[in-house]
């Protein structure tokens, strides 16, 4: 009877979506593994000292008290992490996108209208980071300019 209850605990059936439940929406262990190291980063490691969850519907939302989100783990959009840069009309997400796809060597693909629409975003797919130190300045970027 314990494993059905922890079962549908994870699994969300017939509750809220726990945290735990969205790093599973993840595809590969090995971004399951970083989307758990990521959270932990913001709300143990890092030191922020005004954090707290955004509500997001459709994964985990990251955010200063009185400020907009800065980082939201996505079960949308092919599942990845996307910190959010200053405003919109800046467009900082587009350049900051260039520099992760070049860390990363991968491109991330956006369609035309993501491009127009959330220019203010970067996104990264965890499967592709090697090793947790090559995002962790941009999230401290991210939280940085919100």
Known sequence: MEQIEEFCVINCIGGAKTN??????FE????????RKIHDYI???????????AGTKDGIGYKRVRK?????????????FILHFGKKVERLGLSIQEDID????????RPDYEIEEYPHEAYIRLEWV?????????????????
């Open 20 to 25: 735990e439940y969205f790093f599973l929406q």
């Open 28 to 35: 590969k262990v090995k971004a399951q593994k970083l989307a």
């Open 43 to 53: 709300w143990n490691e890092s030191g922020y000292q005004d954090i707290q969850d």
């Open 68 to 80: 907009p989100k800065f980082a939201t783990l996505s079960i949308q959009r092919q599942r990845h």
């Open 102 to 109: 070049k860390i990363l060597s991968r491109n991330f693909h």
């Open 130 to 146: 090697d090793k947790f130190e090559q995002i962790k300045p941009y999230i401290d970027l991210a939280f940085n300019l919100r």
